[in-house]
Antibody, heavy 125, light 113 residues
Framework: EGQLLESGGGLVQPGGSLRLSCAAS????????MSWVRQAPGKGLEWVSA????????YYADSVKGRFTISRDNSRTTLYLQMNSLRAEDTALYYC??????????????????WGQGSLVSVSS | DIVLTQSPDSLAVSLGERATINCKSS????????????LAWYQQKPGQPRKLLIY???TRESGVPDRFSGSGSGTDFTLTISSLQAEDVAIYYC?????????FGQGTKVEIK
């Protein structure tokens, strides 16, 4: 059974940076696309970014484009989210999630069959 | 962006009774290339990772009890729990994956009456 474990969250000042990690186990990491999804306190779920199995294709929500970078190290079975120029509105629980396919073209990749427990990011002065 | 609106926000159902959650999309979530509706349902229990229940609007994920079913078309979709069990107390979310950005409903909390 696949497992995803996020880490790297914490308290950071506005304008600061943070890198989240998501360690995957129990499945063949390098053949599946991955995403980050966040949930701000008292708010709904917001998809943040996705990356294909090879890392060759990435997508971002408009709210984080130009500030966040998704990447993966298939040799370490780990997904990353580099977050720069952080704002108060980035405060949220960040989840990594696994897609059922490797490519992120077309439609079938966009739902998630495994989720992590989340890592809390707080942006405040 | 496609907006998904779930109703109700919360519901209380007696054990063994039917629970019905609705998800209305602001646009069609039909994928012509796949000839299916790109709508998924998830279950979130406290302290546990979110769990995929249904994808393609009506396909049950492996291992999900058959009391969970998804239906609907166009812009209106439904998750039905045919006979509510105590372990089904959770928050349920719908999600569309036809169009970027991927979007989610606000969630429906299911409790025991």
């Amino acid at each position: 059974e696949g497992q995803l474990l996020e880490s790297g969250g914490g308290l950071v000042q506005p304008g600061g940076s943070l890198r989240l990690s998501c360690a995957a186990s129990g499945f063949t990491f390098d053949i599946y696309a991955m995403s980050w999804v966040r949930q701000a306190p008292g708010k709904g779920l917001e998809w943040v970014s996705a990356i294909s199995d090879t890392g060759g294709t990435t997508y971002y929500a408009d709210s984080v484009k130009g500030r966040f970078t998704i990447s993966r190290d298939n040799s370490r079975t780990t997904l990353y989210l580099q977050m720069n120029s952080l704002r108060a509105e980035d405060t949220a629980l960040y989840y990594c999630a696994k897609s059922p396919t490797g490519a992120i073209v077309g439609v079938p990749w966009g739902y998630f069959d495994h989720w992590g427990q989340g890592s809390l990011v707080s942006v405040s002065s | 962006d496609i907006v998904l609106t779930q109703s109700p926000d919360s519901l209380a159902v007696s054990l063994g009774e039917r629970a019905t959650i609705n998800c209305k999309s602001s646009q069609s979530v039909f994928s012509s290339s796949d000839s299916k509706h790109c709508l998924a349902w998830y279950q979130q229990k406290p302290g546990q990772p979110r769990k995929l229940l249904i994808y393609w609007a009506s396909t049950r994920e492996s291992g999900v009890p058959d009391r969970f079913s998804g239906s609907g078309s166009g812009t209106d979709f439904t998750l039905t729990i045919s006979s509510l069990q105590a372990e089904d107390v959770a928050i349920y979310y719908c999600q569309q994956y036809c169009t970027l950005p991927l979007t989610f409903g606000q969630g429906t909390k299911v409790e025991i009456k």
